[in-house]
């Protein structure tokens, strides 16, 4: 079936908004909701405990102040956003959740989890900072098995094999249903904006039904590789293609991505969070459950880990596949694992031959004129 995408668009720019009442009227019909934060959260499990995972909210510059009162300032953005939302109730994502789940990432948000602790039921999975030794990924099974049974408690459930591999085939179905969606960057032209992309990634967050946000991704795809193939896309065949790095956008995509799409880029990949990184790689279906979901999600190639070389090759393969021109690295301010982490990146991507800028930022709007004068500098020269 066709889908009007102009009616996509506009539902999805107020997903987050309409997926308030969802989440209500889910509460109401006695559903069990946990709250997450990080790619790292083995949803799995939460599925198989019964459980509705839901991504709390932690882009707006205006919870910062509240945060402020109890987190130091020179903290990154979405760590205090996200703790901002939780202390002023601003977030009904938190408010309906039975239980929050964090996991040791970075320094800032391990200690916020502590704080956050003591007005909501937080969960927090000790992650180790390495992937390739068998005692790391034997105490990566060891907390994935932990919160299982952490689960099982709260939700007075029992998590069996069987409903483990139902919703580790539900999940695969979801990566592939989202890599089919991000391949349409590797189209030229591609029929959408990385704008227009990153809106629909962000509303398919908040279709809590994961059959229907599976349908509906897939509809969205079809639709728009048909508008493709009738030569309808928008989007200049010469315009530089942009593939996004670093830290989550969601804060400060009107400043990066609307803006490089403005002054004449188009943004064909996000190897972030809400982008490549979780779907590159699907659960095996043929392991042991517990093993394969723990396997793959230590897998993830986020700057927490040390070393991080998943990150590079990543970095190479997209590259290679969508045709990129540029990279374009966001680092929220106070990211250290990231920043420090750009010197890497930076060679890894120049020996490839591309250019790379990065850029540093808050969720203020201060450097709005700033960043659209370098992004424009670094797409004239692509
Ligand atoms: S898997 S990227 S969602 S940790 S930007 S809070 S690292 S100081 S968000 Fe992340 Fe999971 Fe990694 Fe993804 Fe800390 Fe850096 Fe802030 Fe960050």
């Known amino acids: 079936m066709k889908v009007d995408l102009n009616e996509v668009f506009e539902e999805f720019a107020e997903a987050r908004r309409n997926g308030f009442l969802k989440v209500k009227e889910l509460k109401d019909q006695g559903a069990h909701i946990v709250g997450t934060f990080c790619t790292y959260t ?3 499990i939460i599925y198989a405990a019964g459980g509705t995972p839901v991504t709390l909210c932690g882009v707006s510059n205006d919870t910062i102040p509240a945060a402020e009162i109890h987190l130091p300032k ?10 901002g939302y939780a202390i002023s109730d601003k977030c009904p994502y ?18 916020m989890y502590e704080l956050l602790g003591e007005i909501k039921d937080t969960y927090v999975m000790q992650l180790p900072h390495s992937q390739d030794s068998e005692y790391a990924k034997n105490m990566w099974k060891h907390e994935v098995i932990k919160f299982k049974e952490k689960l099982e408690t709260k939700f007075s459930t029992s998590v069996t094999e069987e409903k483990l591999r139902e919703s580790i085939n539900l999940c695969n179905r979801e990566r592939i249903s989202l890599s089919n969606f991000y391949s349409l960057g590797k189209l030229i032209p591609p029929p959408i904006s990385g704008y227009d992309m990153f809106t629909i990634l962000n509303g398919v967050l908040y279709i809590f039904d994961k059959e229907e946000q599976i349908a509906k991704l897939n509809e969205i795809t079809a639709s728009l590789k048909e508008l493709h193939a009738n030569n309808e896309c928008k989007i200049s065949k010469t315009a530089p293609r942009i593939l996004i790095t670093g830290c989550p956008l969601g804060g400060v995509a009107d400043k990066i991505i609307k803006q490089l799409e403005e002054v004449g880029a188009v943004v064909v990949v996000y190897e972030n969070c809400g982008g490549t990184k979780n779907t590159e790689k699907l659960v095996d279906e043929n392991e042991e459950p517990i093993k394969a979901i723990a396997d793959k999600y230590l897998s993830i190639p ?22 990129v021109d540029g990279v374009v690295e966001i680092i929220l301010q106070s990211c250290h694992t990231y920043a420090i982490e750009t010197r890497n990146i930076k060679r890894h991507v120049n020996n490839l031959g591309v250019p790379f800028i990065s850029i540093e930022t808050d969720y203020s709007t201060s450097d709005k004129g700033q960043i659209r004068t370098r992004l424009e500098a670094f797409v004239e020269m692509l």
């Open 42 to 44: 083995p949803k799995e």
């Open 74 to 83: 020179n903290l990154c953005p979405l760590i205090k956003s996200s703790y």
């Open 302 to 323: 986020c700057s927490v880990m040390s070393p991080n070389k998943g990150r590079e090759d990543m970095l190479s393969n997209l590259i290679k596949e969508y045709k």
């Open 94 to 111: 938190m408010y309906f959740s039975d239980l929050v789940v964090g996991e040791t990432t970075c320094d800032g948000k391990k200690k």
